[in-house]
Protein backbone atom coordinates (compact mmCIF):
# COMPACT_ATOMS: atom_id res chain seq x y z
CA UNK A 1 0.00 0.00 0.00
CA UNK A 2 0.94 3.61 -0.32
CA UNK A 3 2.86 5.51 2.10
CA UNK A 4 0.22 8.47 1.78
CA UNK A 5 -3.31 7.89 1.94
CA UNK A 6 -6.49 8.52 -0.06
CA UNK A 7 -10.01 7.91 -0.81
CA UNK A 8 -9.83 5.34 -3.56
CA UNK A 9 -12.89 7.73 -4.94
CA UNK A 10 -15.15 10.60 -4.62
CA UNK A 11 -18.01 12.13 -6.49
CA UNK A 12 -19.94 15.14 -6.48
CA UNK A 13 -22.53 16.85 -9.10
CA UNK A 14 -21.89 19.71 -11.12
CA UNK A 15 -21.57 22.59 -9.66
CA UNK A 16 -20.69 21.22 -5.98
CA UNK A 17 -17.53 21.26 -3.79
CA UNK A 18 -15.62 18.01 -3.05
CA UNK A 19 -12.57 17.75 -1.39
CA UNK A 20 -9.50 14.73 -1.36
CA UNK A 21 -7.75 13.77 1.68
CA UNK A 22 -4.03 12.70 1.86
CA UNK A 23 -2.65 11.33 5.10
CA UNK A 24 0.75 10.90 6.01
CA UNK A 25 3.07 10.46 9.16
CA UNK A 26 5.61 11.68 10.91
CA UNK A 27 8.23 11.07 8.52
CA UNK A 28 6.66 12.83 5.76
CA UNK A 29 3.93 15.64 5.62
CA UNK A 30 4.28 15.59 9.47
CA UNK A 31 8.10 16.66 9.11
CA UNK A 32 7.13 19.61 7.37
CA UNK A 33 7.54 18.42 3.73
CA UNK A 34 5.52 20.14 1.20
CA UNK A 35 2.37 17.95 -0.26
CA UNK A 36 1.91 18.35 -4.18
CA UNK A 37 -1.05 17.45 -6.21
CA UNK A 38 -1.39 15.63 -9.88
CA UNK A 39 -4.87 15.36 -11.86
CA UNK A 40 -4.48 12.66 -14.48
CA UNK A 41 -6.80 12.18 -16.94
CA UNK A 42 -7.18 8.78 -18.50
CA UNK A 43 -4.35 7.79 -21.11
CA UNK A 44 -2.46 10.84 -20.04
CA UNK A 45 0.38 11.57 -17.84
CA UNK A 46 0.10 13.49 -14.45
CA UNK A 47 -0.69 17.24 -14.69
CA UNK A 48 0.99 19.65 -11.80
CA UNK A 49 -2.40 20.76 -10.16
CA UNK A 50 -0.86 22.43 -6.98
CA UNK A 51 2.53 22.61 -5.40
CA UNK A 52 3.85 23.40 -2.41
CA UNK A 53 0.69 22.37 -0.65
CA UNK A 54 -1.39 25.54 -1.71
CA UNK A 55 0.35 27.28 -4.64
CA UNK A 56 -1.25 26.86 -8.50
CA UNK A 57 1.16 26.61 -11.62
CA UNK A 58 0.46 29.13 -14.12
CA UNK A 59 -3.39 28.02 -16.19
CA UNK A 60 -4.43 25.80 -13.40
CA UNK A 61 -8.24 27.58 -12.74
CA UNK A 62 -8.61 29.15 -9.00
CA UNK A 63 -11.70 26.43 -8.53
CA UNK A 64 -8.68 24.36 -7.41
CA UNK A 65 -7.20 24.61 -4.38
CA UNK A 66 -4.69 22.88 -1.44
CA UNK A 67 -3.91 23.19 2.18
CA UNK A 68 -1.76 21.37 4.75
CA UNK A 69 -2.17 20.55 8.23
CA UNK A 70 -0.41 18.26 10.60
CA UNK A 71 0.49 14.72 9.40
CA UNK A 72 -2.37 15.64 6.58
CA UNK A 73 -3.47 17.50 3.00
CA UNK A 74 -6.58 17.72 1.35
CA UNK A 75 -7.15 19.56 -2.51
CA UNK A 76 -10.25 21.34 -2.87
CA UNK A 77 -12.17 21.16 -6.07
CA UNK A 78 -15.00 24.26 -6.53
CA UNK A 79 -18.00 24.46 -9.22
CA UNK A 80 -17.54 20.96 -9.98
CA UNK A 81 -16.99 20.77 -13.90
CA UNK A 82 -17.67 17.44 -15.99
CA UNK A 83 -13.53 17.72 -17.63
CA UNK A 84 -12.26 17.81 -13.54
CA UNK A 85 -13.52 13.72 -14.05
CA UNK A 86 -9.80 12.25 -13.42
CA UNK A 87 -7.64 10.47 -11.44
CA UNK A 88 -5.75 12.86 -8.46
CA UNK A 89 -2.46 11.96 -6.69
CA UNK A 90 -0.43 13.61 -3.84
CA UNK A 91 3.30 13.20 -3.35
CA UNK A 92 5.62 14.50 -0.85
CA UNK A 93 9.25 13.69 0.75
CA UNK A 94 9.53 10.40 3.13
CA UNK A 95 13.06 10.73 5.08
CA UNK A 96 12.47 7.47 6.50
CA UNK A 97 12.14 6.15 2.98
CA UNK A 98 15.24 8.76 1.18
CA UNK A 99 12.52 9.08 -1.56
CA UNK A 100 9.12 10.70 -2.96
CA UNK A 101 6.25 9.11 -1.33
CA UNK A 102 2.60 9.19 -3.64
CA UNK A 103 -0.54 8.60 -2.30
CA UNK A 104 -2.63 5.94 -3.92
CA UNK A 105 -4.88 8.23 -6.07
CA UNK A 106 -8.38 9.35 -6.01
CA UNK A 107 -10.69 8.77 -8.48
CA UNK A 108 -12.79 12.02 -8.71
CA UNK A 109 -16.60 10.94 -10.71
CA UNK A 110 -18.62 13.92 -11.46
CA UNK A 111 -21.83 12.65 -11.35
CA UNK B 1 7.74 24.32 -25.50
CA UNK B 2 9.25 22.27 -22.58
CA UNK B 3 9.28 18.76 -23.57
CA UNK B 4 10.27 15.18 -22.79
CA UNK B 5 9.98 12.43 -24.73
CA UNK B 6 10.61 8.94 -23.55
CA UNK B 7 11.42 5.65 -25.64
CA UNK B 8 12.56 2.06 -25.17
CA UNK B 9 9.57 0.23 -23.75
CA UNK B 10 8.89 -2.73 -25.11
CA UNK B 11 7.98 -6.29 -24.31
CA UNK B 12 10.86 -8.23 -22.47
CA UNK B 13 11.05 -11.88 -20.75
CA UNK B 14 11.29 -11.98 -16.98
CA UNK B 15 14.86 -11.72 -15.95
CA UNK B 16 15.70 -9.68 -19.26
CA UNK B 17 16.92 -5.97 -19.67
CA UNK B 18 15.55 -3.09 -21.21
CA UNK B 19 17.12 0.67 -21.47
CA UNK B 20 14.91 3.54 -21.26
CA UNK B 21 15.66 6.62 -22.85
CA UNK B 22 14.01 10.50 -22.21
CA UNK B 23 14.84 12.97 -24.67
CA UNK B 24 14.91 16.28 -22.98
CA UNK B 25 14.07 19.86 -25.02
CA UNK B 26 14.10 24.01 -24.54
CA UNK B 27 15.39 23.59 -21.11
CA UNK B 28 18.70 23.68 -19.12
CA UNK B 29 18.93 20.05 -18.80
CA UNK B 30 22.16 19.85 -16.95
CA UNK B 31 20.74 22.65 -14.09
CA UNK B 32 17.94 20.19 -13.21
CA UNK B 33 17.64 16.93 -11.22
CA UNK B 34 15.68 14.42 -13.11
CA UNK B 35 13.34 11.33 -11.47
CA UNK B 36 11.82 8.18 -13.42
CA UNK B 37 7.87 7.42 -12.12
CA UNK B 38 6.30 4.31 -13.01
CA UNK B 39 2.59 3.69 -13.39
CA UNK B 40 1.68 0.07 -12.99
CA UNK B 41 -1.73 -1.00 -15.35
CA UNK B 42 -4.39 0.28 -13.31
CA UNK B 43 -2.40 1.44 -10.37
CA UNK B 44 -1.04 4.38 -8.65
CA UNK B 45 2.27 6.18 -9.18
CA UNK B 46 5.30 4.89 -7.74
CA UNK B 47 8.70 6.86 -7.55
CA UNK B 48 11.44 4.96 -9.03
CA UNK B 49 14.87 7.21 -9.30
CA UNK B 50 16.52 10.26 -9.36
CA UNK B 51 19.65 11.61 -10.68
CA UNK B 52 21.67 15.01 -9.61
CA UNK B 53 22.19 17.30 -12.59
CA UNK B 54 25.64 16.83 -12.51
CA UNK B 55 24.97 13.38 -13.14
CA UNK B 56 26.97 12.53 -10.02
CA UNK B 57 24.31 11.67 -7.01
CA UNK B 58 22.00 8.95 -7.73
CA UNK B 59 18.72 7.94 -5.36
CA UNK B 60 16.59 4.64 -5.94
CA UNK B 61 13.53 3.15 -4.83
CA UNK B 62 13.82 -0.06 -2.95
CA UNK B 63 11.86 -1.79 -5.38
CA UNK B 64 14.60 -1.45 -7.62
CA UNK B 65 17.96 -1.17 -5.62
CA UNK B 66 20.34 -3.29 -7.11
CA UNK B 67 18.04 -3.75 -10.63
CA UNK B 68 18.25 -0.31 -12.26
CA UNK B 69 20.44 2.24 -13.24
CA UNK B 70 19.52 5.43 -13.51
CA UNK B 71 22.36 7.95 -15.83
CA UNK B 72 22.11 10.96 -18.05
CA UNK B 73 23.85 12.61 -20.53
CA UNK B 74 24.23 16.27 -20.36
CA UNK B 75 25.48 16.76 -24.27
CA UNK B 76 22.56 15.21 -25.34
CA UNK B 77 19.82 16.32 -22.98
CA UNK B 78 19.05 12.67 -22.31
CA UNK B 79 18.02 10.78 -19.41
CA UNK B 80 18.41 6.68 -19.15
CA UNK B 81 16.96 4.22 -16.99
CA UNK B 82 19.18 0.68 -17.46
CA UNK B 83 16.59 -1.91 -16.17
CA UNK B 84 18.10 -5.74 -15.41
CA UNK B 85 16.57 -8.72 -14.06
CA UNK B 86 13.07 -7.44 -14.80
CA UNK B 87 10.35 -8.88 -13.13
CA UNK B 88 6.45 -8.90 -13.87
CA UNK B 89 5.65 -6.29 -11.57
CA UNK B 90 8.40 -3.99 -13.22
CA UNK B 91 5.24 -4.08 -15.86
CA UNK B 92 4.11 -0.17 -16.13
CA UNK B 93 4.07 2.89 -18.02
CA UNK B 94 7.47 4.93 -16.97
CA UNK B 95 7.89 8.55 -16.89
CA UNK B 96 10.78 10.63 -17.04
CA UNK B 97 9.63 14.01 -15.09
CA UNK B 98 11.55 17.02 -14.31
CA UNK B 99 11.40 18.97 -10.85
CA UNK B 100 10.00 22.40 -11.02
CA UNK B 101 13.84 23.83 -9.48
CA UNK B 102 15.83 21.33 -7.71
CA UNK B 103 19.12 20.17 -9.27
CA UNK B 104 20.69 18.09 -6.25
CA UNK B 105 19.20 15.12 -7.07
CA UNK B 106 17.16 14.13 -3.58
CA UNK B 107 14.17 16.65 -5.01
CA UNK B 108 11.50 17.43 -2.68
CA UNK B 109 10.12 19.74 -5.19
CA UNK B 110 6.65 19.32 -7.38
CA UNK B 111 7.16 17.36 -10.78
CA UNK B 112 6.32 20.61 -13.21
CA UNK B 113 6.85 18.82 -16.25
CA UNK B 114 6.25 15.12 -17.67
CA UNK B 115 6.54 13.01 -20.93
CA UNK B 116 4.31 10.68 -22.06
CA UNK B 117 5.52 7.99 -20.92
CA UNK B 118 6.31 4.55 -22.54
CA UNK B 119 5.09 1.26 -21.87
CA UNK B 120 7.24 -1.50 -20.37
CA UNK B 121 5.71 -5.31 -20.72
CA UNK B 122 7.48 -8.27 -18.68
CA UNK B 123 6.28 -11.77 -19.49
CA UNK B 124 7.30 -14.89 -20.93
Known amino acids: QSVLTQPPSVSGAPGQRVTISCTGS?????????VHWYQQLPGTAPKLLIYDNSNRPSGVPDRFSGSKSGTSASLAITGLQAEDEADYYCQSYDNSLSGVVFGGGTKLTVL | EVQLLESGGGLVQPGGSLRLSCAAS????????MSWVRQAPGKGLEWVSAISGSGGHTYDADSVKGRFTISRDNSKNTLYLEMNSLRAEDTAVYYC?????????????????WGQGTMVTVSS
Open chain 2, 26 to 33: RFSFSSYA
Open chain 1, 26 to 34: SSNIGAGYE
Open chain 2, 97 to 113: AKPSRCSVGDCREAFDI
